[in-house]
């Protein structure tokens, strides 16, 4: 798998104003995970604990999931993210 484009980075609020160079190295140190189809990252209610960005496939984001009235929010695709409010909300 080929490292994440740093671009997508600038995409996100939190992120687009950091110098390119800090980016890069940030980006370089980001852990890089990979799940299985099915997996969930998280619940709806869960304390928030990081930034998921997709590098290649999508990531489906679920309301109600596994219930009769579950409902697709957003499908997200490379460069696509979930959680950033995570790292802005005080926890608590």
Same mark, same amino acid.
């Given at each position: 798998? *080929?490292?994440?484009?740093? *671009?997508?980075?600038?995409? =996100?609020?939190?992120?687009?104003?950091? @110098?390119?160079?800090?980016?890069?190295?940030?980006?370089?140190?980001?852990?890089?995970?990979?799940?299985?189809?099915?997996?969930?990252?998280?619940?709806?209610?869960?304390?928030?604990?990081?930034?998921?960005?997709?590098? *290649?496939? *999508?990531?489906?984001?679920?309301?109600?999931?596994?219930?009769?009235?579950?409902?697709?929010?957003?499908?997200?695709? @490379?460069?696509?993210?979930?959680?950033?409010?995570?790292? =802005?909300?005080?926890?608590?």
């Amino acid at each position: 798998m *080929s490292p994440m484009d740093d *671009s997508a980075f600038f995409k =996100i609020p939190l992120f687009k104003n950091l @110098p390119k160079p800090e980016l890069m190295k940030l980006v370089e140190e980001l852990p890089l995970d990979v799940y299985e189809p099915g997996t969930y990252l998280f619940r709806e209610g869960d304390t928030g604990e990081s930034l998921c960005v997709v590098a *290649s496939g *999508s990531l489906e984001v679920l309301l109600a999931a596994d219930t009769p009235d579950e409902m697709l929010l957003r499908l997200c695709g @490379p460069g696509g993210y979930v959680g950033e409010m995570s790292l =802005i909300l005080p926890r608590g």
